[in-house]
């Protein structure tokens, strides 16, 4: 069974500064099997990145993907107030997908 | 518009099923697959299962095995996720998510729908 641990569960920043969300598998996994999605409160979640690092239609370039084998980044520079909300990674193993528990970021 | 529209939300006694709807539109519905994922409150997102809707072939998460049920109606561009013996740990917003065929990611989500299990 594939386990997707995220790190930090919080991180508490200020519009301007940038963020670095961390996701590891517990097996190696391509990195094409990797997304990122953002969730604000009592909304779904919104597709960010896929690949690892391919931007989703209509995401800045504010949001940067990358990684490979068991370890992927989000990185998230000069935050902006609409950027705080939780970030979950995803993976996919056959026959299973995965998601990590989430990564609040906080103002 | 392209959209996932789900059902409102349920209110079941331990034991029961709940079944839940998610209709498409403003795409061809019958090229991407659906997924069904929980989110409890304050934790994350689960995966719980698939449907591939050009075959009606649906496979589940291991720990949901023989309680979930996945269907779909062409004719209506509807899935439907149905979950039986139910109990207060099944309580959640549940959503559906569109994938493009070995896109391994969710590119649309519906907006979700609470279930609560409450005796």
């Known amino acids: 069974e594939l386990v997707l641990t995220q790190s930090p569960g919080a991180l508490s920043l200020s519009p301007g500064e940038s963020a670095t969300l961390s996701c590891r598998a517990s097996?190696?996994?391509?990195?094409?099997?990797l997304a990122w999605y953002q969730q604000k409160p009592g909304q779904a979640p919104r597709l960010l990145i896929y690949a690892a690092s391919t931007r989703a239609t209509d995401i800045p370039d504010r949001f940067t993907g990358s990684g490979s084998g068991t370890y992927f980044t989000l990185t998230i520079s000069r935050l902006e107030p609409e950027d705080f909300a939780v970030y979950h990674c995803q993976q996919y193993l056959y026959p299973a997908y995965a998601f990590g528990q989430g990564t609040k970021l906080e103002i | 518009q392209v959209q996932l529209v789900q059902s409102g939300a349920e209110v079941k006694k331990p034991g029961a099923s709940v079944k839940v709807s998610c209709k498409a539109s403003?795409?061809?519905?019958?090229?991407?697959?659906f997924h069904w994922v929980r989110q409890a409150p304050g934790q994350g997102l689960e995966w719980m299962g698939i449907i591939r809707p050009s075959g009606g072939v649906a496979d589940s998460a291991q720990r949901f095995q023989g309680r979930l049920t996945m269907t779909r109606d062409t004719s209506t561009s509807t899935v439907y996720m149905e979950l039986s013996s139910l109990t207060s740990d099944d309580t959640a917003v549940y959503y559906c998510?569109?994938?493009?065929?070995?896109?391994?990611?969710?590119?649309?989500w519906g907006q979700g729908t609470l279930v609560t299990v409450s005796s």
């Open positions: 998510a569109r994938e493009r065929p070995e896109g391994y990611r969710f590119d649309l």
């Open positions: 403003g795409y061809t519905f019958i090229n991407y697959y």
């Open positions: 097996q190696s996994v391509p990195a094409d099997y």
